[in-house]
């Protein structure tokens, strides 16, 4: 009960100051949420607009979009492998 006796014999300037120190806490989450959310709709609407370019220009044939011929698999480079013992032989 004392925290509350306490509490209670604050100041009002204090209270209004407390209540608007929080007031502006609360504001400036919600404005750093809300610039996230921009920040993600900014991407995801680039990344369509993008992706919606290419594939209007593929149906139009201007390159940009998925080929229809595959392209040549690349011929990996194999390393010689042998399992033979080797004898150093020193003159």
């Known amino acids: 009960m004392g925290m509350l006796r306490a509490l209670s014999r604050l100041p009002l300037g204090l209270w209004l100051r407390g209540l608007l120190g929080a007031a502006l806490v609360i ?3 919600g404005f750093g949420v809300a610039l996230l959310a921009a920040f993600l709709v900014a991407v995801v ?7 919606a370019r290419d594939m209007i220009a593929g149906w139009f044939g201007h390159g940009g979009g998925p080929s229809m011929t595959p392209a040549p698999a690349k011929v990996a480079r194999r ?3 042998s399992d033979a013992d080797y004898t150093v032989v020193e003159r």
Not at 45 to 51: A, F, H, N
């Open 45 to 51: 609407v680039g990344v369509l607009i993008y992706k």
């Open 27 to 29: 504001a400036l989450i």
């Open 79 to 81: 390393a010689r492998v």
